[in-house]
């Protein structure tokens, strides 16, 4: 007899496309191919020197057991301190929620207020973990796709139009991933006051919150007043901003309530985030004067990549590209090859050895998503191979 079959969670969920075409990439890298990537969502940076420090001080001092499931205390009163000065936020510290990872954070986000049978509105072009997270959670995503002709941004009455009595929460994540698209405070609230006319939940993916250039600033949206903050969610982490993708190390903060139902869910789930880990998180946001000049080190990198690849890539006849204004990403429009966009990928990584992720991976047929950092050179030889195959393709 065989075993019976795995469970609807197993059978349902979807892999995450991002980390299968970095891993292909990969494979092919480490068969000796010369492959440019620009499907991998992380900073080419290493975390900076004086936050590996203080972890490697914390775990010779023995900080090596558990910790308050939501998190050590200095560093939920750390989270809350910064935004109070970043966005004049007020917060106590039992509202801080330290999780394993931004993804987690989100997940515990949708967890904690939607049921079996509720609707979520996910904006598409959506971040790929958005509609497997409602999923097992038992609800329902409804996508709302705002393409490049409204720069990838929702307007209040596509949202007002998904909305039914079902609905329950609206997702947002400005900047975005895939997209690198910033809502302006005014666009946001616009949107925010059609969730709360209907009475929903906002979860707030603020993870790009400091990787945004030209004139464009971040939203904190529970900074509206204090009927939204009584239902928004903010998620935001470590990851991006400081290089520390492996680290694991995510934020929430969110009314009291719903910090408290988070933090139950993650002692059942996972426990608290590695115990030396939070103590070099803890000096990102304590030595200032250090993390800043890191951070601004790689924005600057990041801001003259993101130039020139847009630059090149809207010299590629056939393609067109929007010059996003956050994260690190760009998100061109191939459509007028008339290829559908994961076959557009395959080729590119066969044929070019150029690595791409396809935009209905992210609910958005017709684009790919070109993250930026990585180096220069790789961005001018990839951009180069790409115009070789797009002319090819034209011919
Ligand atoms: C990377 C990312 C996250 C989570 O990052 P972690 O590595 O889990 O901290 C969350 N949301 C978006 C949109 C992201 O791109």
């Known amino acids: 007899?065989?075993?019976?079959?795995?469970?609807?969670?197993?059978?349902?969920?979807?892999?995450?496309?991002?980390?299968?075409?970095?891993?292909?990439?990969?494979?092919?890298?480490?068969?000796?191919?010369?492959?440019?990537?620009?499907?991998?969502?992380?900073?080419?940076?290493?975390?900076?020197?004086?936050?590996?420090?203080?972890?490697?001080?914390?775990?010779?001092?023995?900080?090596?057991?558990?910790?308050?499931?939501?998190?050590?205390?200095?560093?939920?009163?750390?989270?809350?301190?910064?935004?109070?000065?970043?966005?004049?936020?007020?917060?106590?510290?039992?509202?801080?929620?330290?999780?394993?990872?931004?993804?987690?954070?989100?997940?515990?986000?949708?967890?904690?207020?939607?049921?079996?049978?509720?609707?979520?509105?996910?904006?598409?072009?959506?971040?790929?973990?958005?509609?497997?997270?409602?999923?097992?959670?038992?609800?329902?995503?409804?996508?709302?796709?705002?393409?490049?002709?409204?720069?990838?941004?929702?307007?209040?009455?596509?949202?007002?139009?998904?909305?039914?009595?079902?609905?329950?929460?609206?997702?947002?994540?400005?900047?975005?991933?895939?997209?690198?698209?910033?809502?302006?405070?005014?666009?946001?609230?616009?949107?925010?006051?059609?969730?709360?006319?209907?009475?929903?939940?906002?979860?707030?993916?603020?993870?790009?919150?400091?990787?945004?250039?030209?004139?464009?600033?971040?939203?904190?949206?529970?900074t509206f007043g204090p009927e939204v903050a009584a239902r928004t969610i903010t998620v935001a982490g470590f990851s991006k901003t400081y290089a520390m993708t492996g680290w694991r190390i995510g934020t929430t903060v969110a009314p009291l309530p719903i910090a408290k139902a988070i933090s139950e869910l993650q002692s059942q789930m996972s426990s608290n985030v590695t115990t030396f880990a939070q103590f070099g998180a803890l000096a990102a946001l304590k030595e200032k004067d250090k993390t800043g000049a890191a951070v601004q080190r790689m924005l600057v990198a990041f801001d003259r990549r993101r130039k020139s690849l847009h630059a090149e890539l809207n010299r590629i006849p056939g393609v067109s590209c929007l010059l996003a204004e956050g994260a690190f990403y760009l998100f061109p429009n191939i459509s007028s090859f008339g290829l559908k966009d994961l076959d557009f990928c395959n080729r590119l990584l066969d044929e070019q050895?150029?690595?791409?992720?396809?935009?209905?991976?992210f609910g958005a047929e017709g684009y790919l998503r070109l993250s930026y950092a990585t180096s220069d050179e790789i961005i001018s030889k990839g951009v180069a191979r790409l115009a070789g195959f797009c002319a090819g393709l034209r011919r």
Request: charged share 20%; hydrophobic share 40%; net charge negative.
């Open 1 to 222: 007899m065989n075993p019976p079959p795995l469970s609807t969670w197993a059978r349902n969920v979807s892999p995450s496309p991002t980390l299968a075409v970095d891993a292909k990439a990969k494979a092919l890298q480490a068969a000796g191919e010369d492959v440019c990537g620009f499907a991998a969502g992380e900073p080419d940076f290493d975390t900076p020197e004086h936050i590996k420090e203080a972890c490697i001080v914390a775990l010779k001092a023995g900080k090596t057991k558990y910790a308050p499931t939501p998190g050590i205390e200095p560093l939920r009163q750390a989270i809350v301190e910064r935004y109070a000065a970043e966005y004049g936020l007020k917060l106590t510290a039992a509202q801080a929620i330290v999780s394993p990872g931004g993804k987690f954070n989100c997940y515990l986000g949708v967890l904690a207020v939607c049921s079996p049978g509720d609707e979520v509105i996910v904006p598409a072009p959506y971040w790929v973990s958005y509609p497997e997270m409602v999923k097992l959670a038992g609800a329902t995503p409804r996508f709302v796709l705002a393409d490049d002709r409204t720069g990838f941004r929702l307007t209040p009455e596509m949202v007002e139009a998904a909305i039914t009595p079902r609905t329950r929460l609206l997702i947002l994540n400005s900047p975005s991933n895939p997209t690198g698209a910033v809502y302006t405070r005014k666009e946001l609230e616009a949107i925010v006051a059609v969730a709360l006319r209907h009475n929903l939940y906002i979860l707030s993916d603020e993870m790009y919150e400091h990787l945004v250039y030209d004139d464009a600033r971040p939203t904190c949206i529970a």
């Open 353 to 361: 050895k150029v690595a791409a992720v396809p935009g209905s991976a």
